[in-house]
Each structure stands twice: as structure tokens, then as C-alpha cells.
């Protein structure tokens, strides 16, 4: 996102899985088909048209963390719903269901 960007809202959820890197790449390599997104096997960030979306993986907790940050609760809800259906569509092997904490960064 451009230096103006100002995140006033955030919502951060875990997911808990022996694949996490497997997943931080796969999200990223195809998000970055239609936005902009960089990741190395530890963390990764998606920038979408509605605020940024940061992936951070912990290996020996076996979790990849998202976090989720945008101008308004709705930019924030949007991509929460894209990172949820996308979980969905890659995590066929696994029954997984994300948990969001909203905050308020204002």
C-alpha cells in the first residue's frame, strides 16, 4: 500500500497446523497473481485494494498468524472473508475455521 495508508482498524486470527509455511506460501504465491505480495518462508504480506493483510508463521508453535488491517471495519471484514474463503479452498486435508479478534486502532 502507498506510505499514506493508515490502518485505523485490525483483526488478527491464528491458525494452528503442521503445514503452516505450506499455507503462507500457497496464499501468497496466489494472491500476488492479482495484488501485490511479497513472502519468504516466515512471513508474508498481501496488499489488497481495502488495507494490508500480514501472515506470520511461529514453526515451533506450529501456527500461522494473520493480521489483518484496514481504514474501516468493512475494509478489515473484506478481507477477512477472502483469507477465510481461501483457507477453505487450500485446507481440503484439514477441517480448519479461523477465529477473528477485531481491535480498534484509533
Not at 496464499?27 to 511479497?38: G, N
Not at 501456527?63 to 485446507?91: W, Y
Request: charged share 20%; proline share 2%.
Amino acid at each position: 500500500m502507498s506510505s499514506q495508508f493508515q490502518a485505523l482498524y485490525q483483526s488478527q486470527a491464528t491458525l494452528h497446523s503442521e503445514h503452516v509455511v505450506k499455507y503462507l506460501v500457497t496464499l501468497c504465491r496466489h494472491f500476488a497473481r492479482k495484488v501485490p505480495a511479497t513472502w519468504d518462508e516466515t512471513q508474508g504480506q498481501i496488499e489488497f485494494p481495502v488495507g494490508v493483510t500480514t501472515l506470520t508463521v511461529c514453526e515451533k508453535n506450529q501456527t500461522l498468524t494473520f493480521v489483518c488491517q484496514g481504514d474501516s471495519e468493512q475494509n478489515v471484514a473484506a478481507q477477512r472473508a477472502v483469507i477465510d474463503s481461501h483457507i477453505d479452498m487450500f485446507s481440503r486435508r484439514e477441517s480448519i475455521a479461523l477465529e477473528w479478534q477485531a481491535t480498534s486502532l484509533a
